[in-house]
């Protein structure tokens, strides 16, 4: 099982970015992917997550309607979509699956490094 999360970068304030998870190796229609990040010094926390079908999606209070989380089960990718960004939004950010049901999330991606700067 693999998960690459991918596109982030260096971002002004106000900025956006859109970073992709690449799902392989599981039946991916059957996952939640979740979408978590950790800022330097801090614990890691969730971002939000989308549900295996992607009619439902979640978001902490901190990136509601700035944030956006997409997948497309025929391509087995999910997306983030960042809008506003802040400062505060710096971090490394990774994607992670988990089983319909499941409790805990099972595989987790590597990480890309979002960081936003003037």
């Known amino acids: 099982v693999q998960l690459q999360a991918s596109g982030g970068g260096l971002v002004q304030p106000g900025g956006s970015l859109r970073l992709s998870c690449a799902v392989s190796?599981?039946?991916?229609?059957?996952?939640?992917v979740g979408w978590f990040r950790q800022a330097p010094g801090k614990d890691r926390e969730s971002v939000g997550s989308?549900?295996?079908?992607?009619?439902?999606?979640y978001y902490v209070d901190s990136v509601k309607g700035r944030f956006t989380i997409s997948r497309d089960n025929a391509k087995n990718t999910v997306s983030l979509q960042m809008n506003s960004l802040k400062p505060e939004d710096t971090a490394v950010y990774y994607c992670?699956?988990?089983?319909?049901?499941?409790?805990?999330?099972?595989?987790w991606g590597q990480g890309t490094l979002v960081t936003v700067s003037s």
């Open positions: 992670a699956a988990r089983r319909k049901f499941g409790a805990a999330y099972d595989y």
């Open positions: 190796g599981l039946s991916f229609s059957s996952y939640t």
């Open positions: 989308i549900t295996w079908s992607g009619v439902s999606s």
